[in-house]
């Protein structure tokens, strides 16, 4: 079945306790992208990928890292976590950024604390 | 930079009603443009998109949206909802040029549907 899986679903975490969320898509498609969902706000993007090691800011980067060394795997990283990125966060992927559907994951809740 | 608005934040419709929800974006040159919805507990979904041809673009579960280069919108219209329908709808924007960019969502507008 073609999906973008998120692992995990839940997470509560403390202050600047690194952490990462994957994410894996089996549609060998090249762009993948992390957004955060906070109410009032709709989807805001944090990075995307054109393609292995090709990777960009979106809106709000500050406080993430991510890194695309395989063409299914696009990890998002909190490297010091703060209760302000408490939120639900998508990842999407699809094989044509301009005109395609985006496919996304199931999300991830994190509550940082 | 790009800006998409969703003046409707809470849409409250009995069963049967028409919905129409707005959708503007502040790009002047070619975009490509889409509606997604997130029913409760479930990722986002396309419903429909838009990147050329026909501006009346006809989607899933017999939602339309209408693209009016004009008025820089993108409405989303349904003659008819369903208690199903109850979820909430995210307009989004790219700009079509061929070169990098990025997908801007609006705000989103929840629709509630009652019995």
């Known amino acids: 079945e073609a999906q973008v899986t998120q692992n995990p679903r839940y997470l509560i975490t403390v202050t600047g306790k690194k952490l990462t969320v994957t994410c894996s898509q089996n549609m060998n498609h090249e762009y993948m992208s992390w957004y955060r969902q906070d109410p009032g706000l709709g989807l805001r993007q944090i990075y995307y990928s054109m393609n292995v090691e090709v990777t960009d800011k979106g809106d709000v980067p500050e406080g993430y890292k991510v890194s695309r060394k395989e063409k299914r795997n696009f990890p998002l990283i909190l490297e010091s976590p703060s209760p302000n990125q408490t939120s639900l966060y998508f990842c999407?992927?699809?094989?044509?950024?301009?005109?395609?559907?985006?496919?996304f994951g199931p999300g991830t809740r994190l509550t940082v604390l | 930079a790009q800006s998409v608005s969703q003046h409707n934040h809470h849409v409250i419709l009995s069963e049967a009603a028409s919905l129409e929800l707005g959708c503007n974006y502040s790009?002047?040159?070619?975009?490509?443009l889409f509606w997604y919805v997130q029913y409760p507990g479930q990722h986002l979904q396309l419903l429909l998109k838009?990147?050329?041809?026909?501006?009346l673009v006809k989607g899933i579960k017999g939602f339309e949206a209408e693209f009016i280069k004009s008025k820089f919108s993108f409405n989303l219209r349904k003659p008819s909802v369903q208690w199903s329908d109850t979820a909430e709808y995210f307009c989004?924007?790219?700009?079509?040029?061929?070169?990098?960019?990025?997908?801007?969502f609006g705000t989103g507008t929840r629709l509630q549907v009652t019995l």
């Open positions: 989004a924007v790219n700009e079509g040029t061929g070169t990098a960019s990025k997908l801007t």
């Open positions: 790009y002047g040159g070619t975009v490509n």
């Open positions: 838009y990147f050329s041809g026909d501006p």
């Open positions: 999407a992927s699809t094989p044509d950024y301009y005109t395609d559907t985006q496919y």
